[in-house]
């Protein structure tokens, strides 16, 4: 049986599941077959996947947009109380059209839910082990040990509570952190948390960005990349902004068996908030290298209208999923 090999997939060789039955080519040279009304087809520099993935289990687009602020009371002091119900489930999802993966994932989605609070609130995760295999989850930020998800593992079956005040302030991230470390995150156990200042930043069209990838024949080798999953999504749908309007990226870099990910933007720069941890922007460039669980918050405002592209500047993960286009308008 052939395997999905990096290389083979970039030139448009056959690509074979792991559990499942041949499929397409995942990329090949544009077609007028292949084109969507905001891609040319005649474009001899662009990749696309042939067909359609089903977006009615997951839809990057939606996902861009999607902060769970969680279920809401106050404390007796005064404070928020945000609760959320977490549950690990093993879950086969498409990551290219025909192409499956044997996913583990938090409620049922690669990237897990984002949650999102203020420094200060109480937070509270029930978390519940749907799966065949032991989970934890682990939140960077402060808190105390026994809530750091790396001893106290949850079975299949069990149920762990996590209870801890968010801070710092900034974009963080969580996954599993159970043994071995990079099958449970590659497998697709990670998601995004946002901890908001209680100084508020200035309004935007906020989305968050989860740079990942798939080794689809389990050789420690990824044969697909992409923004929050799904390879060229962002091509054949891009991102509508206006001209002038500030647009906050929350990039989180979830990457595994690459040292180092990257984003580049076409045609304009963007402010670099490092880790989110304070309000003063650290760089102005228009290419940022992480490396995993480096994450930076982005803000930009787009000087021209038109179709910008933006992609990992590693070139191959580019050819194998990891592109896209804003889609400016006037």
Request: hydrophobic share 40%.
């Given at each position: 049986?052939?395997?999905?090999?990096?290389?083979?997939?970039?030139l448009g060789?056959?690509a074979v599941?792991a559990?499942g039955p041949?499929?397409q080519?995942l990329?090949?040279?544009l077609s007028?077959e292949?084109a969507?009304?905001?891609?040319?087809?005649n474009?001899p520099?662009?990749?696309?996947?042939t067909?359609?993935?089903?977006?009615?289990?997951?839809?990057p687009?939606d996902?861009?947009?999607?902060f769970?602020?969680g279920?809401?009371?106050?404390?007796p002091?005064?404070?928020t109380?945000?609760e959320?119900?977490i549950?690990?489930?093993?879950k086969?999802?498409?990551?290219a059209?025909g192409v499956?993966?044997?996913?583990w994932t938090y409620n049922?989605?690669v990237p897990?839910?984002t949650?999102?609070?203020t420094?200060?609130?109480?937070?509270?995760?029930?978390f519940?082990?749907?799966g065949?295999h032991?989970?934890t989850?682990?939140f960077?930020?402060f808190h105390?040990?026994?809530?750091?998800g790396?001893?106290?593992?949850v079975?299949p079956?069990?149920?762990?509570?996590?209870e801890?005040?968010?801070a710092?302030?900034g974009l963080?991230?969580?996954h599993?952190?159970t043994?071995p470390?990079k099958?449970h995150?590659?497998?697709?156990?990670?998601g995004?948390?946002?901890?908001?200042?209680?100084q508020?930043?200035?309004?935007a069209?906020e989305m968050v960005?989860?740079?990942?990838?798939?080794?689809?024949?389990?050789?420690?080798?990824?044969?697909?990349y992409?923004?929050?999953?799904?390879?060229?999504?962002?091509?054949q749908y891009?991102?509508?902004?206006k001209?002038?309007?500030?647009?906050?990226?929350?990039?989180?870099?979830?990457l595994e068996?690459?040292?180092?990910?990257s984003?580049h933007v076409?045609?304009h720069f963007?402010h670099?908030y490092r880790?989110?941890?304070?309000?003063?922007?650290d760089?102005f460039?228009?290419?940022i290298?992480?490396?995993?669980?480096e994450?930076?918050?982005l803000?930009?405002?787009?000087?021209?209208p038109?179709?910008?592209?933006?992609?990992a500047?590693?070139?191959?993960?580019?050819?194998?999923g990891?592109?896209g286009?804003f889609?400016?308008?006037?």
């Open positions: 049986m052939k395997k999905l090999n990096r290389r083979r997939a970039i060789g056959g599941l559990g041949a499929s080519a990329v090949r040279g007028s292949g969507t009304a905001d891609v040319p087809s474009h520099h662009l990749l696309s996947p067909g359609e993935v089903d977006l009615s289990a997951f839809n687009s996902f861009l947009y999607a769970d602020y279920r809401t009371s106050e404390l002091d005064g404070r109380l945000r959320w119900e549950v690990a489930v093993d086969e999802i498409e990551v059209p499956y993966f044997p996913a049922g989605q897990g839910p949650l999102r609070c420094e200060g609130d109480r937070l509270r995760v029930h519940s082990n749907g065949t032991p989970h989850i682990h960077h930020g105390e040990a026994g809530m750091d790396v001893f106290e593992l079975y079956g069990g149920e762990f509570l996590y801890f005040d968010a710092p302030m963080h991230l969580y599993c952190h043994v470390l099958r995150i590659h497998k697709g156990l990670y995004t948390f946002i901890i908001d200042p209680k508020t930043r200035p309004e069209r960005m989860v740079m990942n990838g798939f080794d689809t024949n389990f050789d420690n080798e990824n044969e697909i992409a923004v929050n999953t799904v390879a060229f999504h962002h091509q891009p991102i509508e902004v001209v002038g309007e500030l647009v906050r990226i929350y990039l989180v870099n979830l068996f690459d040292l180092l990910n984003l076409h045609g963007f670099v880790t989110g941890t304070k309000l003063q922007p760089d460039t228009d290419t290298m992480m490396c995993q669980g994450r930076h918050i803000e930009l405002r787009f000087r021209h038109g179709r910008f592209m933006f992609h500047h590693q070139s191959e993960f580019a050819e194998l990891w592109m286009f889609k400016v308008e006037a």
